[in-house]
């Protein structure tokens, strides 16, 4: 059994910043990527950052230069640090990992989600 634990959600201005956690937890062989996902009322779920475990990061075009993924291997979580935020950030924000919990068995697995609210 894995799980996907969230915090650090919350609501600020504009232009402000605010910090995702994500630890994972349970049987765990390995994470191979970890990102953060969100979706907003009436759109549909959009990637927003992944990294894996070499460190290498995607961003979405949106939240380039404004966004860090990074994650501790030793403590299975990634962190989302989010700064000049902007109203259209807001959404529930997901983690996801892709884990494998035997050597030769992996899965991908989802937060429950936290609400960032961005106000104007």
């Known amino acids: 059994q894995v799980q996907l634990v969230e915090s650090g959600g919350g609501l600020v201005q504009t232009g402000g910043s605010l910090r995702l956690s994500c630890a994972a937890s349970?049987?765990?062989?390995?994470?191979?990527?970890m990102g953060w996902y969100r979706q907003a009322p009436g759109k549909r779920r959009e990637l927003v950052a992944t990294?894996?475990?070499?460190?290498?990061?995607n961003y979405a075009d949106s939240v380039e230069g404004r966004f860090t993924i990074s994650r501790d291997n030793a403590k299975n979580t990634t962190y989302l640090q989010m700064t000049n935020l902007k109203p259209e950030d807001t959404a529930v924000y997901y983690c996801?990992?892709?884990?494998?919990?035997?050597?030769?068995?992996?899965?991908?697995?989802w937060g429950q989600g936290t609400q960032v609210t961005v106000s104007s």
């Open positions: 990294i894996t475990s070499g460190g290498i990061t």
């Open positions: 349970g049987t765990i062989f390995s994470i191979f990527a």
């Open positions: 996801n990992a892709v884990i494998w919990t035997r050597p030769n068995r992996a899965a991908d697995y």
